[in-house]
């Protein structure tokens, strides 16, 4: 601390220059430190140069003229001295020396008694003792300072008196008045939470007993206030020689903020931010609980049911994704009603939610609560000032004693495709051939992928035929299966291509098909330049707004006009989403493709969306056709009576028999198409009909 090279800088003030003279002399004739000496002869003098604080020590004779050097100490130092100060007097006085004592001066010389070295010595503990002070003070403003920025409350516990100081701020963070003292380690304990006082007791013990490092420990605080604070306690014990801890001190720290944060991203990872629901995360933990306790108490206990809404996708594309989250929300809330408290609803994603019915073993009971939660959906729904109404279908899975969690909500789902597949707002319980079917279908989906990528779908064609002149009017264009592949029927992979999204690719690679078909005809007999091609056009595939383009431009690469194509689009495509639909088919319409509306009868349109559409002719759904046998025509009747008036003209499907094809050209029917004329039939054969039409001893010609 002392370096003896440092350079010490005195002031002498001495209104005696002979005495000046004495000590500078003394001072220069040692050489273990080097002085610096300032002389002042004038109180004065020395009171200005005192208040410059340029000197590290500072000598002061008792006497200075009319005036004492303890006078000028005084008034020079208002509490304690800078710098030290030793006084230097004639001769030794004890209550001169006691009150130099209480004026903090450091030392009292008599000058006829010192030497070089003694004085030496005394400036330089003077000195030393000075700035060992001055750091020990800087180092406690320092520690001070720290504390108030902290912002933390500290306690000091006397491990060996058992008692405990805490500070000011450790008091008024918990809400009470401050104050600063020892008090009993109940001060602490008392307003610990009492779920985490175990922990509080238990993480001290294992401190002083020397297992932590360091304590630290979150617990509850009761805050005057009434209510319960997160807070961190951290300490350090100090140990004696024997490793015995003495004492142990460290600092209070509110948590309560950070702890809610946690606490609300922890919730926020786990729930849906939408609805509030827990997430699928959370429902599967919660699954696997109660697969777990059920596996523990040796029987199934629970059941899973996945709830998927009907049509959402309507809603959400045609009224707008508001309108689509405002309907979720109230389905959220909806079905919450109807659970007992200790189940769980969740929202996975999208309009897929999954409730779990714990303790369920039954799936009847399960079914009740699915029919509970499907006639809460039921009731109307005011949304964006429309009335709606939701269903949902649901798949039920009952836990078996060794399902996996995972694998419950899969079963579900598969039930509930089962279920939604027979129409929606029905209700299914998972067996274990519909798993069966589920791989079926995906292997399904696979080999309609490669024959559609690979374009090797086929078209096979049927006549529609003019039933007044028997002449074929137009082909029927129906997709088929690759030959040589085990069959799948239209009605199997259509809805599959749809639900893919692959519908688009196979229709353009029938439409595009289909005209070449058409090219090859006409080319090869000119009788048939009249026959026009009709081809489906599946629902998804309308929607798609690249579908005039498309029509656009297979009519241009087959070289056809548009009168050459008839588009049949079933009837309930046309109730599902009327609006939007409008302006695509027009569009195509205009240019002189035909419109055929498929399936008439089946699809509840009204006569105003009838209108909507240049519709040219319905075609009376097969079921209607065989009806016929029974005699009952009363359908097909009003139907014809019904696009005559509206000037269209009848296609009747599905004729097999010669009674069915005499009764509707009694009737007015204009075309009719069936097995009866011809079974659908690859281009080649297609053909060869045509060319042989009509057959010689065929039921054209008899007809
Ligand atoms: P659809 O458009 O109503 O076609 C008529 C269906 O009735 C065809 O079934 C046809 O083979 C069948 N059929 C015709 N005459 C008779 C008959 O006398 N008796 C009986 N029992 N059935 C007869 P297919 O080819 O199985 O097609 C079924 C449905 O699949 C079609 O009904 C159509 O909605 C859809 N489909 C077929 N090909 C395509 C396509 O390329 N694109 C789209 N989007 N849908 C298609
Ligand atoms: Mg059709
Ligand atoms: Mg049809």
Redesign the pocket.
């Known amino acids: 601390m002392f370096e003896r090279e440092a350079l010490i800088t005195v002031l002498l003030v001495d209104d005696d220059e002979g005495d000046y003279v004495i000590t500078r002399d003394l001072l220069a004739g040692q050489d273990r430190a080097r002085f610096r000496i300032d002389w002042c002869a004038t109180y004065d003098a020395a009171l200005d140069a005192i208040r410059e604080q340029a000197h590290d020590v500072y000598l002061i004779d008792i006497h200075l003229g009319p005036r004492s050097g303890l006078e000028l100490v005084r008034e020079a130092f208002a509490s304690r001295p800078s710098a030290p100060v030793l006084v230097l007097t004639g001769q030794s006085d004890y209550s001169i020396d006691l009150e130099a004592t209480a004026l903090g001066v450091t030392d009292y010389l008599v000058k006829q008694e010192l030497d070089a070295y003694g004085l030496e010595r005394s400036i330089r503990y003077a000195v030393s003792h000075q700035r060992a002070l001055a750091e020990l003070r800087r180092s406690e403003e320092r520690y001070a300072l720290a504390v108030r920025a902290a912002n933390d409350g500290l306690w000091d516990w006397d491990l060996t008196h058992d008692r405990i100081y805490f500070s000011p701020r450790w008091h008024s963070l918990l809400g009470q008045a401050e104050r600063a003292g020892e008090e009993a380690p109940a001060t602490w304990y008392d307003l610990v939470h009492p779920e985490d006082l175990g922990t509080l007791r238990a993480a001290i013990a294992a401190h002083l007993a020397g297992e932590t490092q360091l304590l630290e420990v979150e617990h509850r605080m009761c805050h005057a206030d009434g209510t319960w604070r997160w807070t961190l306690s951290r300490g350090l014990a100090i140990r004696d020689e024997a490793g015995e801890a003495t004492r142990m001190a460290g600092s209070l720290t509110d948590v309560t903020e950070r702890r809610r944060a946690e606490l609300r991203l922890q919730h926020d990872a786990l729930h849906d931010s939408l609805t509030g629901l827990p997430n699928r995360a959370l429902f599967m933990n919660r699954v696997e609980h109660a697969v777990a306790r059920g596996a523990r108490a040796d029987g199934p206990a629970c059941a899973v049911l996945f709830l998927d809404v009907d049509r959402f996708k309507l809603v959400n594309d045609g009224l707008g994704h508001a309108v689509g989250d405002e309907l979720l929300v109230t389905l959220a809330a909806r079905v919450a009603t109807v659970l007992r408290p200790g189940d769980t609803v969740a929202r996975l994603g999208g309009d897929e939610f999954a409730i779990l019915l714990d303790g369920v073993e039954r799936p009847e009971v399960a079914v009740v609560v699915a029919h509970r939660v499907q006639a809460s959906l039921r009731h109307e729904l005011e949304l964006d000032g429309r009335a709606l109404f939701m269903t949902a279908s649901i798949g039920v899975c009952v836990a078996s004693t060794h399902t996996a969690a995972a694998e419950l909500l899969r079963n579900a789902d598969i039930a509930m495709y089962d279920a939604k597949r027979a129409g929606g707002g029905l209700c299914a319980v998972f067996d274990d051939s519909m798993r069966r079917q589920r791989v079926d279908r995906l292997a399904r989906e696979r080999e309609l992928r490669h024959a559609v990528d690979d374009a090797l779908l086929q078209?096979?064609y049927?006549p529609i035929v003019e039933l007044a002149s028997g002449r074929i009017h137009a082909l029927?264009?129906?997709?088929r299966w690759p030959t040589g592949w085990t069959p799948v029927?239209?009605?199997e992979f259509?809805p599959i291509a749809e639900e893919t999204g692959m519908?688009g690719a196979?229709?353009l690679h029938?439409l595009r098909s289909a005209l070449a078909a058409l090219v090859g005809l006409r080319q090869a007999s000119a009788t048939c330049d009249d026959v026009s091609m009709s081809?489906?056009?599946?629902a998804r595939?309308l929607g798609d707004p690249r579908l005039p383009e498309q029509v656009r431009a297979a009519l241009d690469e087959a070289g056809l006009p548009p009168g050459a194509l008839t588009l049949?689009i079933?009837e309930s495509t046309l109730v599902q989403e009327p609006s939007q639909l409008h302006e695509l088919v027009s569009e195509v319409c205009e240019a002189g493709v035909g419109l055929h509306l498929?399936?008439f009868g089946t699809g509840y349109s009204s006569l105003a969306v009838l209108r909507q559409f240049p519709v040219d002719a319905l075609?009376i759904d097969?079921s209607f056709v065989s009806a016929l046998d029974d005699s009952s025509d009363v359908i097909v009747r009003s139907t014809i009576a019904l696009a005559h008036n509206l000037g269209m003209s009848v296609v009747a499907?599905?004729?097999?028999t010669v009674e069915q094809l005499d009764r509707l050209k009694l009737l007015g029917c204009d075309y009719g198409?069936?097995?009866?004329f011809s079974?659908?039939l690859g281009a080649a054969a297609a053909e060869a009909l045509l060319a042989a039409w009509p057959p010689p001893l065929g039921p054209v010609a008899a007809g």
Do not use: F, M
């Not at 081809?535 to 599946?538: A, E, F, G, I, L």
């Open positions: 078209v096979h049927q029927e264009a129906l997709a029927t239209p009605v259509i519908i196979l229709g029938v081809v489906n056009v599946s595939h049949e079933t498929d399936d075609k097969r499907e599905g004729i097999e198409q069936g097995y009866l079974r659908p």
